[in-house]
Nanobody
Framework: QVQLVESGGGLVQPGGSLRLSCAASGFAFSGHTMFWYRQAPGKERELVAMVLSNGMPVYYLDSVKGRFTASRDNDKNTVHLQMRSLNYEDTAVYYC????????WGQGTQVTVSS
Protein backbone atom coordinates (compact mmCIF):
# COMPACT_ATOMS: atom_id res chain seq x y z
CA GLN A 1 0.00 0.00 0.00
CA VAL A 2 1.01 3.61 -0.45
CA GLN A 3 3.02 4.99 2.43
CA LEU A 4 4.48 8.43 2.98
CA VAL A 5 6.67 8.89 6.03
CA GLU A 6 7.95 12.34 6.91
CA SER A 7 10.94 13.02 9.13
CA GLY A 8 13.31 15.81 10.05
CA GLY A 9 11.03 18.14 11.96
CA GLY A 10 11.90 19.62 15.31
CA LEU A 11 12.47 22.74 17.33
CA VAL A 12 14.61 25.44 15.77
CA GLN A 13 15.43 29.03 16.59
CA PRO A 14 14.41 31.86 14.26
CA GLY A 15 16.88 32.09 11.43
CA GLY A 16 17.73 28.43 11.66
CA SER A 17 17.43 25.62 9.15
CA LEU A 18 15.84 22.21 8.90
CA ARG A 19 15.69 19.59 6.21
CA LEU A 20 12.53 17.54 5.95
CA SER A 21 12.38 14.21 4.19
CA CYS A 22 9.51 12.09 2.98
CA ALA A 23 10.13 8.42 2.26
CA ALA A 24 7.61 7.03 -0.19
CA SER A 25 6.67 3.44 -0.95
CA GLY A 26 3.94 1.39 -2.55
CA PHE A 27 3.71 3.22 -5.85
CA ALA A 28 5.81 4.25 -8.84
CA PHE A 29 7.43 7.21 -7.14
CA SER A 30 9.43 8.44 -10.12
CA GLY A 31 6.27 8.92 -12.15
CA HIS A 32 4.42 11.24 -9.80
CA THR A 33 4.53 14.86 -8.82
CA MET A 34 5.12 15.24 -5.10
CA PHE A 35 3.85 17.98 -2.83
CA TRP A 36 4.70 19.51 0.53
CA TYR A 37 1.87 21.05 2.55
CA ARG A 38 1.78 22.57 6.00
CA GLN A 39 -0.86 23.35 8.56
CA ALA A 40 -0.36 25.85 11.34
CA PRO A 41 -2.52 25.84 14.46
CA GLY A 42 -5.93 27.28 13.72
CA LYS A 43 -5.21 27.66 10.01
CA GLU A 44 -6.07 25.76 6.88
CA ARG A 45 -3.61 23.41 5.29
CA GLU A 46 -1.63 25.19 2.58
CA LEU A 47 0.54 24.09 -0.31
CA VAL A 48 4.20 24.90 0.29
CA ALA A 49 6.01 23.33 -2.65
CA MET A 50 5.51 21.08 -5.63
CA VAL A 51 8.16 18.95 -7.32
CA LEU A 52 7.61 17.36 -10.71
CA SER A 53 8.54 13.76 -11.39
CA ASN A 54 11.73 14.90 -13.10
CA GLY A 55 12.84 16.76 -9.98
CA MET A 56 11.96 20.27 -11.09
CA PRO A 57 10.29 22.33 -8.38
CA VAL A 58 7.52 24.30 -10.06
CA TYR A 59 5.72 25.94 -7.18
CA TYR A 60 6.60 27.63 -3.90
CA LEU A 61 4.32 29.42 -1.52
CA ASP A 62 5.12 33.12 -1.79
CA SER A 63 6.17 33.40 1.84
CA VAL A 64 8.81 30.66 1.46
CA LYS A 65 10.31 31.65 -1.89
CA GLY A 66 14.04 32.11 -1.63
CA ARG A 67 14.16 30.28 1.70
CA PHE A 68 12.82 26.78 0.98
CA THR A 69 14.06 24.36 -1.65
CA ALA A 70 12.19 21.22 -2.64
CA SER A 71 14.02 18.32 -4.25
CA ARG A 72 13.69 14.61 -4.77
CA ASP A 73 15.79 11.51 -5.19
CA ASN A 74 13.99 9.08 -7.48
CA ASP A 75 16.57 6.38 -6.79
CA LYS A 76 15.73 6.50 -3.09
CA ASN A 77 12.01 7.29 -3.43
CA THR A 78 12.47 10.32 -1.27
CA VAL A 79 11.42 13.95 -1.47
CA HIS A 80 13.05 16.68 0.59
CA LEU A 81 12.28 20.18 1.76
CA GLN A 82 15.30 22.23 2.75
CA MET A 83 14.15 25.12 4.90
CA ARG A 84 16.40 28.10 5.71
CA SER A 85 15.92 31.39 7.51
CA LEU A 86 13.00 29.95 9.41
CA ASN A 87 10.67 32.33 11.19
CA TYR A 88 7.82 32.01 13.64
CA GLU A 89 5.25 31.88 10.83
CA ASP A 90 6.82 28.67 9.55
CA THR A 91 5.70 26.80 12.66
CA ALA A 92 3.36 24.08 11.44
CA VAL A 93 2.93 20.41 10.81
CA TYR A 94 4.47 19.63 7.43
CA TYR A 95 2.93 16.94 5.26
CA CYS A 96 4.01 15.03 2.22
CA UNK A 97 1.28 14.43 -0.38
CA UNK A 98 0.77 12.53 -3.59
CA UNK A 99 -2.31 12.04 -5.75
CA UNK A 100 -2.45 8.66 -7.43
CA UNK A 101 -5.85 6.99 -7.63
CA UNK A 102 -6.77 9.24 -4.71
CA UNK A 103 -5.00 11.65 -2.40
CA UNK A 104 -2.46 10.19 0.00
CA TRP A 105 -0.98 12.02 2.99
CA GLY A 106 1.84 11.27 5.33
CA GLN A 107 1.40 11.52 9.09
CA GLY A 108 3.19 14.86 9.19
CA THR A 109 6.24 16.17 10.99
CA GLN A 110 6.12 19.06 13.45
CA VAL A 111 8.28 22.10 12.84
CA THR A 112 8.42 24.59 15.68
CA VAL A 113 10.28 27.87 15.34
CA SER A 114 10.85 29.39 18.73
CA SER A 115 13.49 31.25 20.68
Amino acid sequence: QVQLVESGGGLVQPGGSLRLSCAASGFAFSGHTMFWYRQAPGKERELVAMVLSNGMPVYYLDSVKGRFTASRDNDKNTVHLQMRSLNYEDTAVYYCYVNIDRPYWGQGTQVTVSS
